[in-house]
């Protein structure tokens, strides 16, 4: 966050938010159709069946996302998961997700261009490791 937050501040960005809060009060921390783009980087898989709903992906949190989005506006999600990445495009094809992209190994696709060359620490650590990164947006 500091990071990106020094790079917009440098750039006179106006248009951009760095937050930290809990995920359940995304809906009121912006108003409808506020948003342009959400990220969604690297969340806990939360693996176990009791967990489900509080997955970042889960239809609870996707709703909260569609509603704070503007017509248009795209939701990108990264992930070292495959489980999570899978369960992800499960939720999306029950939904009829509009303009879905996805890879299971974002930087052996063309679909790199889209996630602008931001890397995440965990992002590092698992390309480190030979884990390819799971890549998936869809617009609202």
């Known amino acids: 966050m500091w ?15 760095f ?20 990220w969604i980087t690297f969340p806990d898989p939360r693996p176990k069946d009791r967990d489900i709903k509080r997955r970042l992906t889960s239809p609870r949190f996707l709703d909260q996302y569609e509603r704070i989005l503007k017509p248009g506006g795209i939701v990108h999600f990264k992930t070292d998961n495959e489980a999570l990445f ?20 974002l930087y052996s696709s063309d679909l790199q261009e889209h996630t602008m060359g931001i890397y995440t620490t965990y992002e590092r ?13 869809y617009t609202v």
């Open 86 to 105: 899978d369960y992800t495009l499960e939720i999306l094809a029950e939904r009829q997700a509009k303009g879905l992209l996805q890879t299971k190994n």
């Open 3 to 17: 990071k990106g937050s020094t790079m917009a501040m440098e750039e006179e960005l106006t248009n951009v938010a």
């Open 19 to 38: 937050l930290r809060a809990f995920i359940e009060n995304i809906g009121d921390l912006f108003a409808e159709n506020e948003v342009d783009e959400i």
């Open 125 to 137: 650590r698992y390309l480190g490791e030979g884990i390819p990164i799971k890549y998936l947006q």
